[in-house]
Structure formats: C-alpha cells, structure tokens
C-alpha cells in the first residue's frame, strides 16, 4: 500500500474520475439545462388598414429572428398567418367581441429553415369588403419542424389587432362625427 | 381610419399531430387566393426575313 508508484496510479484515477463529473456537469448544465441548443425564435406582427370605395386593404408585416445558435428548421406547410374579424354589436353592454376566423394563408414560403440569428419579414395582403367590422385581428404562426423522436414541437404565435374603420381613438366614430 | 399600427402580443406553444391536422384543415377550408391575373397574350413572333444581300467579296484596293 505504501508503494509509491501504487498511491500515484490511484491519485491518477481518482483525479480523472473527478475531471470527467466535473466536465460532465458542466456539459449538462450548459447543453440541457441551459438549453443552448433549443430552438428559439422571436415573432412580431403589425398591421396597418387603408380604406377605398367598397373594399379594405390590411397590411400585415410578419418579422421571424432566430434567436437561438443553432439552425432552425419549420415544419412544411405551417407557416400561416390567420385573420381574425368581429363584426360590430349593440353597445349598450359590455361585451367581449366575438371573432371569426375568415381566412387563412401561407407565409414566409420561400423559407424552410432560418441561420441562427438571421430574421425575415414579409408583408401579407388582404382585401376585404368594407362591412361594419368592428376589430381585424392578424395571427401569425410558426411551427419549428419536429425533433427526432419528440411527439411535439414548438410554435410561435403572434397577433395584432386593430380596430376596424372609421374607428378613431378614443372617440366618437368619425362616421357619426360627419 | 385610425392611423397607428398595433403592437404584437407573442407566445409559444407546442404543437402535436391533432393540432397539425387542425391546421391542415384551415388552410384548405379558409385559403381563398384572388383570381390570378390574365395571361397576356404573347405577341406573334414573325420570323425576320433575312434578305439577299449580294455578298462582295471585296475586289482588291486599286494599286496606282
């Protein structure tokens, strides 16, 4: 037992047991733990309305960045954007607006995959007759393609809405201000 | 028309496959593109007569 070449070959051990849990826990926590590698992504929509005789044109500018360091893949098909309308209601309560979902378009085509740190904007066009709508809410959404043997995936959703027109902040509508 | 453009409330979800064929629903059912723009009809492409052109073949400058 007090051969030295005994007690080095077991300091030899015990210290390279200890530099693989040391640098096995430093790998779990910044890897998993620290999910360095999770797909992450920032999505952010506006909109804006224009008005002509009879018909509506909603703007919508849907921006994606890749936040995260790796690539980031999209499922096929699954980036969308959705427009929400609720047509105007009798006033005299409070009421939580009932929205319908009118239609809904493909987005971001041209993409199917994002760099890690890159962003992509696309505006998105829709016409619509110039009923009494009271809000338009657009959605966008994108699903990141499915990990290997993962039963679910992650989406990114984001919506704006605005009021319908002739709606002004805060005020009378300007319909009845004329 | 309100002039000022809202600003986005954003959120993240998983998705499986139930949400996958909802959406696959969705864009069959609520998709409506506009009628494409009429093909303008390509002009009639006549082939350019190529005309006779006596070829010279250059008589020989005159030596004085």
């Known amino acids: 037992m007090s051969d030295p070449s005994t007690i080095i070959t077991m300091t030899q051990d015990v210290t390279t047991t200890v530099a693989v849990l040391v640098g096995g826990g430093w790998a779990y926590l910044k890897y998993v733990k620290g999910r360095v590698y999770a797909d992450r992504a920032e999505l952010t929509v506006t909109a804006d309305l224009y008005g002509a005789s009879g018909e509506l044109m909603a703007v919508a500018v849907v921006t994606l960045a890749n936040k995260g360091l790796t690539r980031l893949r999209f499922q096929p098909g699954a980036k969308v954007m959705y427009l929400y309308a609720a047509r105007r209601m009798p006033a005299s309560e409070v009421v939580v607006p009932a929205e319908d979902k009118i239609v809904v378009d493909e987005i971001l085509t041209g993409h199917d995959w994002l760099e890690a740190q890159e962003s992509v904007t696309e505006q998105v066009v829709f016409v619509l007759p110039k009923d009494d709508w009271l809000t338009l809410r657009f959605e966008a959404q994108v699903w990141a393609a499915r990990r290997r043997w993962r039963r679910r995936g992650i989406r990114w959703i984001a919506s704006s809405a605005i009021p319908g027109p002739d709606w002004q902040r805060g005020g009378e509508r300007s319909d009845h201000a004329r | ?64």
């Open chain 2, 1 to 64: 028309m309100p002039d000022e453009r809202a600003d986005s409330g954003r959120y993240q979800k998983f998705w499986d496959d139930s949400d996958l064929r909802d959406l696959r629903d969705d864009l069959v059912r609520l998709s409506r593109r506009g009628p494409a723009l009429p093909q303008l009809p390509e002009p009639a492409k006549e082939e350019p007569e190529l005309e006779e052109t006596p070829v010279s073949e250059g008589s020989p400058p005159e030596t004085p």
